[in-house]
């Protein structure tokens, strides 16, 4: 077990193991929120999710698409695109060596514009607010990338 | 080498490890379950699918979706939703070193879970039939997650 | 710190890393094209993003699906739906101790068949040439995947 402890004794590993414990729990409130809005929009796509309103009809309208529901959806999915790159090339950056500082500094942008991402989709505020939050998390992970190849390239 | 094998012959690594593996490998089986709908149903996507049935007209009644290739498809979706956050939270649950009785019991409450989704997905069964079981899953990964953030805290 | 630099110093973890990343990369590299389509084939999904083509009527005309944009977005969907088995299985099959040798022809298997796939979907190669990648990848991520399971199987 003491390997294990020690691995987790890392500044920059807890730092990691911090920030993307939070990103991951902001992406599974992502599901709540579809749950909330397709209840609240009555908007479903499963016939068995509408049995409870009735039957036949009066069940069948409630499977439809919301324009809101729909843009939550396309948030998680954004979420997913960005937040599973920075798993992977974050792990591997924080097992390459990084100076704590500079890994604090990728990880705490990544996190906050991602944050920022969600509610830029969700309010939603013009662009290019969703675009540029978008863009930062995505400019951290190609420099966390670069760091790793920089490091460990085995071709 | 000495280094990794030791962090294999963790306990709690090693049952990660193994309901990881099977909890991925379930999700791969959603791409097969697809292929196979999209062939019976006849009910493809992309035109150079249904280049062999033929050219013009008679192909292109295939390019439509299908209600049962279209549930497998949500199915899978979900699971990539919630399979990813037990993948990152799971891993840096399992080297922030718990016991392994309440390791083994949050990975198995999770696999069975997921398991269980996608039987209640694609059979399908009455409500809340899945929504308990992907409740049972979101709330097992909270918990790891929990023990993650009180373990390793660093922001 | 010792730890982690005899981790990444392990010839078979450098490889994981670097091939994990490149794929990764290339699957980000997905987001970017997509926007590119969405631009050049003015083809928008959020009514924020086409507010500088004007408001009311002209700007709606540009909230529409577009046959491109939709065939980039199921090729970086496929993508997640495979290269996150990979990431996890990958990582673990990089800690069960496989021969170099071995190892590095799965992930470069892994890597070439993804990069395949994606050109494949988007000039779009008439099948089975994205079938045969897709299978290719799907094959190489089952066989580390029984030997995970082998190494560590704890249930």
Known sequence: ?????QLIDNEVFRAYATYATIVLLKMMLMS???????????????PEDTASFGKGESAKKYL???????????????????IVPFLGIGLLY???GPELYTALLHFRIFAGARIA?????????PQPGRGLSWAAGYAVTISM???????????
């Open 1 to 5: 077990m003491a390997k294990l402890t």
């Open 145 to 155: 990338a670069y760091k790793v190849l920089k490091t460990v390239l085995y071709l």
């Open 117 to 125: 991402h969600s509610f830029a989709y969700l309010i939603p505020l």
């Open 94 to 96: 924080a097992l390459s």
């Open 64 to 82: 439809r698409t919301d324009p809101d529901v729909e843009r939550v959806r396309r948030g998680h999915l954004n979420d997913l695109e960005n």
């Open 32 to 46: 709540l929120v579809t749950v909330y809005f397709r209840i609240t929009r009555k908007a479903f796509v499963n």
